[in-house]
């Protein structure tokens, strides 16, 4: 029962197999079957919710925390496969091994979330990776271009390379502390904090993370895998493995002890260069994916806010805006998926007129951009507030001012977005049709990004108190 949501994923992933041989079932009944087991794997992590358990001599632990972190990656990758548009997007002679492989990566992501050991840990980070580098060339050819197998085969080399300093970080943890299990690497590290070792070895493993996360200088991926990516897979690869690296920064950086005023120094200017990199180099672009992927970079930024204040409050507002994040990035990804006519990237000036030819998608496409933008009273204004007030009261201020200048950057550029959507002509782009279940969806995260914007006093709490549990 503890482990139910991996389990429904790896029966998924089986069932993926078994269609993938076969070759009976056109596009529409994959994509429902995907929709299915999607559904299956939300709600047995919504049962899961408040199990406990130790598993694998005490290298998996299913608590709070790793549940909460499960329960929002079943949700988004409901989301995902409800908006997947494979029969326009993914090479046809692939489509069940496309969702064999992307449920693969979302049990390698949970499995991740729950190992507090290293072996464990690097096992479930390389299922989830490589399962992830495989989706990225399957999207179909686009005029004869091959932009997917360039991006697919640089996703891999750079992931290969983040692999190797964090399992080099990872030996060196061993080395020092002569364990693998976190709960004995802690205190070890204690004994050996005042070596440059030990601090070198945490910075390593941190390494693998940030490259997941995308922060800078570990983002150079990002921009030509998501604009080589198809628009689902790109949806994907800017929401749910997010969940996984800010999950796994907390648990390590709540580890570190003794000397972590260099850690803090090391966040500070991550952040600052991740937003404004991120930032600037957004403002410049003109297509809809590479904007948002620069925009992540600078979300990246605003994430290490929290965690480098080192307190409770901080670390749960962080998990507070990466949830906000990925339910932004989701209504974003889900307009683009259904606009794209032919699965092809869209520039700004495709969604012209999106409110003529269909509005109920420029509204979730608004919603979206606006929470992005940090604009009240929706989820992302009220996470960079709660992360810009934890700075401040720790004494960053100025970071805090550097860090609203970024907030009054990244306004312009999706209310660029917003303009052309509401108020550019359509000229002769065609209509948008969508059906009602994908447009349900999107209601249902405009409503969580405006609920969970008024109301975000419970979730930070509840947030706080599975940090609490793992510390």
Not at 40 to 46: C, D, K
Not at 177 to 194: D, H, M, R
Not at 242 to 264: D, E, P, S
Not at 325 to 349: H, P, R
Request: net charge neutral; aromatic share 14%.
């Amino acid at each position: 029962m503890a482990i139910l949501p991996e389990l429904t994923l790896l029966a998924a992933a089986l069932a993926f197999f078994a269609l993938s041989l076969t070759k009976q079932l056109n596009a529409g009944q994959i994509k429902n079957t995907a929709v299915f087991f999607g559904f299956l794997t939300f709600l047995a992590s919504i049962v899961c919710f408040g199990t406990r358990a130790s598993l694998f001599y005490d290298s998996y632990q299913v608590d709070q925390f790793s549940q909460l972190f499960k329960l929002v990656m079943g949700f988004a990758l409901l989301v995902v496969t409800v908006f997947s548009q494979t029969d326009k997007d993914i090479n046809i002679e692939v489509r069940p091994e496309y969702y064999m492989f992307l449920f693969l990566s979302v049990l390698g992501l949970m499995a991740l979330v729950s190992s507090v050991e290293m072996i464990s840990i690097f096992v479930s980070l390389e299922l989830s990776s490589f399962a992830l580098y495989l989706l990225v060339p399957m999207r179909d050819d686009q005029k004869g271009l091959r932009i997917q197998m360039e991006a697919g085969i640089k996703y891999i080399l750079f992931g290969v390379m983040a692999t190797g300093f964090m399992l080099y970080g990872m030996s060196y943890l061993f080395g020092l502390t002569g364990s693998t299990y976190l709960a004995e690497i802690i205190p070890g590290l204690q004994k050996v904090a005042s070596q440059p070792a030990a601090l070198f070895a945490v910075l390593m493993v941190l390494g693998g993370f940030f490259y997941k996360l995308a922060v800078f200088p570990m983002h150079f991926w990002v921009p030509d895998i998501y604009q080589g990516a198809s628009n689902e897979t790109t949806g994907f690869i800017a929401t749910i493995p997010k969940l996984g690296a800010v999950a796994m920064l907390i648990r390590f950086v709540t580890m570190a002890q003794g000397n972590v005023q260099i850690i803090i120094y090391l966040l500070m200017t991550l952040a600052l260069c991740s937003m404004f990199y991120g930032n600037l180099s957004a403002l410049v672009q003109t297509d809809v994916k590479r904007m948002l992927g620069f925009s992540g970079i600078s979300h990246a930024g605003f994430v290490l806010l929290g965690i480098l204040t080192m307190q409770v409050s901080g670390y749960a507002t962080s998990i507070y805006y990466i949830i906000g994040y990925v339910l932004m990035n989701l209504a974003c990804f889900l307009v683009l998926a259904n606009v794209s006519s032919k699965g092809e990237n869209l520039a700004i000036e495709d969604l012209n007129g999106l409110h003529k030819r269909e509005p109920v998608l420029a509204f979730i496409l608004a919603v979206g951009l606006f929470a992005l933008a940090g604009i009240p009273p929706f989820i992302g204004f009220m996470g960079k507030f709660m992360l810009l007030t934890g700075a401040f009261k720790q004494g960053y201020l100025w970071l805090v001012i550097l860090a609203a200048i970024n907030t009054a950057i990244a306004i312009y550029y999706y209310l660029s977005v917003v303009k052309a959507a509401y108020t550019a002509d359509p000229e002769e782009r065609p209509d948008v049709t969508v059906d009602c279940f994908t447009k349900t969806i999107g209601v249902v995260l405009v409503l969580l990004i405006i609920i969970m914007g008024v109301f975000p006093a419970k979730i930070v709490s509840f947030a706080g108190t599975v940090v609490q549990s793992i510390m």
